[in-house]
């Protein structure tokens, strides 16, 4: 089966750093997304890893451990527009590689 | 930057009623998903397609869905008898290999 964990709501203030936090348990993994996603809108691709290890992308680094089954997107340098919805997604190593969602982690930035 | 089509934006349907959502993937990808994510709630698989031909389906994918590629472009869910939990936005993606996924804009469906 396949279990995603992200914690449902944080706040933080514009300028700080966040870091939200997903586990994973699944039968089968291919690597680890994530996601922002605005309200009433489509997902868009932030990160990606599939090696232990942290990639860094602008404001934006993610970090992976597979043998914890954990990861964790930081966002640096907080804008009032990184207020949305993150979704973590792991995709499944069996099948054809569909990706299995968390709950997805609302932050509300504050001025 | 390459994008994923969904029309209509947003559908109003009867319940019971047969509704097409349409999706034109990026061009050269290979690997072709429907998604979707009722309100407030998670996004949920529920079809992959590959090859001209579902590689992998979800519980959620019974015998009133189906999917087509009817020809090099398209890629359309049918919702043959739709029910009034079916409302929920419909995401297609596509991804031409092991990395990246493109999601569309969503089709919202409401079920009345």
């Known amino acids: 089966g396949q279990n995603i964990d992200q914690p449902t709501e944080m706040t933080a203030t514009e300028g700080a750093i966040v870091q939200i936090n997903c586990t994973y348990q699944?039968?089968?993994?291919?690597?680890l997304f994530w996601y922002q996603q605005h309200a009433g809108e489509a997902p868009t691709f932030l990160s990606y890893?599939?090696?232990?290890g942290l990639e860094e992308k602008g404001r934006f680094s993610s970090f992976l451990s597979r043998s914890k089954g954990y990861s964790y997107l930081l966002l640096k340098e907080l804008q009032m527009k990184d207020s949305a919805s993150y979704l973590c997604?792991?995709?499944?190593?069996?099948?054809?590689?569909?990706?299995?969602f968390g709950t997805g982690t609302r932050l509300l930035v504050s001025p | 930057e390459p994008e994923v089509t969904q029309t209509p934006s947003h559908q109003v349907t009867q319940m019971g009623q047969e509704v097409i959502l349409r999706c034109v993937p990026i061009?050269?990808?290979?690997?072709f998903y429907w998604y979707r994510q009722i309100l407030g709630q998670k996004v949920e698989f529920l079809v992959s397609?590959?090859?001209?031909?579902?590689?992998?389906k979800s519980e959620i994918f019974d015998d009133q869905f189906s999917v087509e590629r009817p020809d090099g472009s398209n890629f359309t869910l049918k919702i043959r008898s739709t029910k009034l939990e079916d409302s929920a936005m419909y995401f297609c993606a596509s991804g031409v290999g092991s990395y990246g996924y493109t999601f569309g804009s969503g089709t919202r469906l409401t079920v009345v």
């Open positions: 699944t039968s089968g993994f291919n690597g």
């Open positions: 397609f590959y090859n001209n031909e579902i590689s992998e």
């Open positions: 061009s050269n990808h290979l690997y």
């Open positions: 890893n599939v090696l232990d």
């Open positions: 997604a792991v995709r499944d190593g069996t099948g054809f590689q569909k990706l299995v």
